[in-house]
């Protein structure tokens, strides 16, 4: 029964998946799902992705976390369309929440929707919320070995973001390796080793993104 | 439907949870469930733990993951006792996934009994192990922010372990606020500034949780 359910859940996710799909063709929205366990600058990332685009593309984002509205009021400051989804202690946003959010935002003026996902390397990765492009976070911090431990959320991702290589000095990471380790999961992954404190790097992920909404 | 089936594995859970509990009682192990976002240190933490209560108590591991075995081969190498479980996907531990991995532990000649759990700062809150301590490695460079996003996680947590202090220096993260917040969160709770880097604070940690199990 257990499995059923689970299946039911999944089917029923899809559905609404694709309902948000065909409205984000309609509008031509262009959507990125942002995933990354909690801290690895999922928000900082959203942030200095807005300051980029500006003037070039019109951003919107969708905040999901399991309570607080922090991360949505520091987007909101950026001047930017942004919705918070509270999910009320569930660990991922699903594609019914995600719908229920695109409501209140102005989708027919907004050319690229971020969502920010919930914090967590696992479940999020399992719910299509309809959207273009699934981006992964992965900080120095976490360590090297993280692609071994969380398998399904590298081979999702279709770009991976290795966040806050400042503190390679003071750290034992090796991107290289890294890198390598992803493409061995995920062959078409596109990696970008980049720092949300100092800008370095972003440009080029900023870059490659303006491709992809206008490609 | 859905509801019915979630509070039906909790029941279950919490029904396996007290019969682990019991096996424990009886072979006198005093039990603590490790918990983390990915990558902040819970394996590091345990093999510190480990080499400075050689002598004093007897320890062995589970090891929870959801692919690999390279933490359990790291720990293996102290030469304590450990069993990996691979969640195959789920994205935390429960007590029926305990409870196997207990057959393959020599418990009579354990003291204390330190379970990782999966990397996730929400699913495994949910799910009591039958453990007596609830430990939770919260790592600077995720940002003292996390408290007010993983409420849940903070508030049912013994005790917190602030780990990578060393890269202090570099972070934006300031350690008596975090403290306060999840005080505020949660009243009973200790908190552990350390680094299992250089070592600085983890005494203070292993004391203490060498008092839990001898008292």
Redesign the interface.
């Known amino acids: 029964?257990?499995i059923k359910?689970v299946k039911d859940?999944m089917g029923a996710n899809e559905q609404i998946a694709q309902k948000n799909r065909q409205l984000f063709d309609r509008n031509q929205v262009f959507v990125v799902n942002v995933m990354a366990?909690?801290?690895?600058g999922k928000t900082s990332l959203i942030l200095e992705t807005i300051k980029r685009l500006k003037g070039k593309v019109k951003v919107g984002v969708v905040e999901g976390?399991?309570?607080?509205s922090?991360d949505a009021e520091a987007i909101g400051k950026e001047g930017v369309p942004v919705v918070q989804i509270n999910t009320g202690?569930e660990?991922h946003l699903d594609a019914n929440m995600t719908s229920t959010a695109l409501g209140s935002l102005p989708l027919e003026d907004i050319r690229l929707l971020l969502i920010e996902n919930?914090?967590?390397?696992?479940?999020p990765a399992e719910f299509n919320l309809g959207e273009d492009l699934r981006v992964l976070v992965s900080?120095t911090?976490?360590?090297d070995?993280?692609p071994?431990?969380?398998?399904?959320m590298f081979h999702e991702a279709d770009a991976v973001l290795v966040n806050?290589i400042?503190?390679l000095p003071?750290l034992k990471f090796d991107v290289d390796a890294f890198a390598n380790t992803i493409r061995g999961i995920n062959q078409k992954v596109k990696v970008f080793p980049l720092s949300c404190t100092t800008g370095e790097g972003v440009d080029r992920w900023v870059d490659w993104l303006l491709g992809q909404v206008k490609g």
């Not at 366990?37 to 690895?40: D, L, V």
């Not at 919930?118 to 479940?123: K, R």
């Not at 071994?148 to 399904?152: E, I, S």
């Open positions: 029964m257990e359910v859940i366990s909690p801290g690895a976390d399991i309570s607080s922090l202690g660990c919930v914090g967590n390397l696992v479940c900080s911090p976490e360590g070995d993280k071994f431990k969380y398998p399904l806050k400042d503190l003071y």
